[in-house]
């Protein structure tokens, strides 16, 4: 089993920057990939970004050149760093890993709120 917990979420502007962290624990030598999920209220889930365990880096087009997805193997942590927010990126975000590098869906974290708002 692994554990994913998320932090960083929170209220900023439109234009404004904030950093989700993901604290991986449990049986994590086994996972070739995580990332982030995000679902806003009356929408579907949307994968993000994504990162390998060798570095390759996935981002949903809503977000490329906006937010920068990455990992720190020693604190076994992924992060997202998310720049020039947007109203519409307001979503409860959410922690993924994955055994394979196909999907990122294997666990989840409990989620973090993220409200972009004037």
């Known amino acids: 089993q692994v554990q994913l917990v998320e932090s960083g979420g929170g209220l900023v502007q439109p234009g404004g920057s904030l950093r989700l962290s993901c604290a991986a624990s449990?049986?994590?030598?086994?996972?070739?990939?995580m990332g982030w999920y995000r679902q806003a209220p009356g929408k579907q889930r949307e994968l993000v970004a994504t990162i390998s365990e060798g570095g390759s880096t996935f981002y949903a087009d809503s977000v490329k050149g906006r937010f920068t997805v990455s990992r720190d193997k020693d604190k076994n942590t992924v992060y997202l760093q998310m720049n020039s927010l947007k109203l519409e990126d307001t979503a409860v975000y959410y922690c993924?890993?994955?055994?394979?590098?196909?999907?990122?869906?294997?666990?989840w974290g409990q989620g973090t709120q993220v409200t972009v708002s004037s």
């Open positions: 993924c890993a994955d055994h394979t590098l196909a999907v990122c869906d294997d666990y």
């Open positions: 449990g049986s994590i030598f086994s996972i070739k990939a």
